[in-house]
């Protein structure tokens, strides 16, 4: 069991960075991998970033490749979601997720979820 609490979302101008931190603790929080989807009104949630809890190999979404930017502190146990040029097809909400892992036809999510914070990007 990991437990997640997320913050750092907000109300921001496209163009416009925001850094999200996701605090992980539990018995298994440093040792699976951590990162972040996202639920936009009316949408699926959708995967955004994942980080290797060993490697630190990162993977992303095709719609933040080059814009966001995942990394985490083991030290710390948390991970971070850097969003630079931010567009009003981000505004989500978007949660941190631990445990989530690669398949051939996506990345699936784990078990254990934030509670979510909300990303509004202003036009």
């Known amino acids: 069991q990991v437990e997640l609490v997320e913050s750092g979302g907000g109300l921001v101008q496209a163009g416009g960075s925001l850094r999200l931190s996701c605090a992980a603790s539990?018995?298994?929080?440093?040792?699976?991998?951590l990162g972040w989807f996202r639920q936009a009104a009316g949408k699926e949630r959708e995967f955004v970033a994942r980080?290797?809890?060993?490697?630190?190999?990162?993977h992303y979404a095709d719609s933040v490749k080059g814009r966001f930017a995942i990394s985490r502190d083991n030290a710390k146990n948390t991970v971070y979601l850097q969003m630079n040029s931010l567009k009003p097809d981000d505004t989500a909400v978007y949660y941190c997720?631990?445990?989530?892992?690669?398949?051939?036809?996506?990345?699936?999510?784990?078990?254990?979820w934030g509670q979510g914070t909300q990303v509004t990007v202003s036009s």
């Open positions: 539990g018995r298994t929080a440093s040792s699976v991998a």
């Open positions: 980080i290797a809890w060993n490697s630190g190999v990162t």
């Open positions: 997720n631990a445990g989530l892992y690669e398949t051939n036809s996506g990345v699936r999510s784990g078990a254990n």
